[in-house]
């Protein structure tokens, strides 16, 4: 952050705070807010933190889960009040105000403080202090390096470290993907050293499925996952429908899309499903095959180069259409080592 000490002044003063992070918050986005909550309480300040809807039950046992306020329409009041109320308002791990649909206009219009802090690409300039690299594995290790930063590594107690390991871990694939650097493992270190506890953060995010979830898994690996060798791609659709069938919970489908990069000579994995109220993509890849540049251009998203979002207000049909279309695009691309 390039004015610490004016943010650390700001800080001496006890501050009614908001967190915020994005849609569908996964175990970086969650962790980093609640581990920043707990530091900040304990730092004598008020804290709230929101999200835009529900997550994953696979990351709810993280310390302050209870306390989080999930807006809903019907709870648009009570957030709007929440936000009028708070003199300092964090958005974590989304980098456009946008990524959290109907509280972003809130956000835009709050006089209050507001700090950014995120590793996704191209920003939106909306904040006064920003803690943003988009070199960093995840934003939990950008939440712990600003807790380093104001002097306070010594308030990261046991829980606050689980929490920041959780985000750390999940982002880097559990130390497997390309953003994984020995800055990443420095930090994991000094996690430990506060009291995190690998075993079982890992345990309670990748070893605790409903038979549900298993079984969905089976029926995607099985019948749904498609394979396009001429440009590289793996891809899967599921309908409302199917996820329904299988009583497809938030976070089901995490993690499903990575399969298709383990198939040998597969540079480009994409999962497309119907969520209702849009259709959903999840784009991942491998080298320096940008899917970033892909979800930004044709379906409304962005993220990062080898991980990326997108949706679309067409037809499950018309979306794979216009994927497969899309496609040859990059063909030149998907087929470069």
Known sequence: MENIQEFKQYLQI???????????????????SLGLARYLKQKGHTVTVITPSDYPDFISWMPGNSDVFIFTKDKSEKAEAL?????????????????????????????AKKVLIDHHLEPEKFADFEQWDDTA?????LVFKLIVDLGDEALVDGETANCLYAGLMTDTGSFRHSNTSHQVFQ?????????ANPYKVSKLIYDTNTIERLRLMGYVLSEKLQVLPEYRTAYMVLSAEELKRFGSQTGDTEGL?????????????????????????SLRSLGDFSVNEMARSHFGGGGHRNAAGGQTSLTLEETLKKFLTVLPLYKDQLQND
């Open 14 to 32: 006890s501050r009614k705070a908001v967190i915020l992070t994005h849609f569908k918050p996964d175990a970086d986005a969650l962790g980093s």
């Open 83 to 111: 936000i009028n109320q708070a003199n300092l308002i964090f958005c974590l791990d989304f980098s456009s105000l946008n990524r959290i649909n109907d509280l972003g206009e809130m956000i835009r219009k709050s006089p």
């Open 137 to 141: 594995a995840s934003t939990a290790e």
């Open 187 to 195: 930090i994991a270190a000094a996690l430990v050293a506060r009291g």
């Open 257 to 281: 899309v990575n399969y298709g990069l383990s198939i040998k000579g597969i540079k480009l994995s994409v999962m497309i499903s119907d969520r209702k109220d849009s259709i959903k993509l």
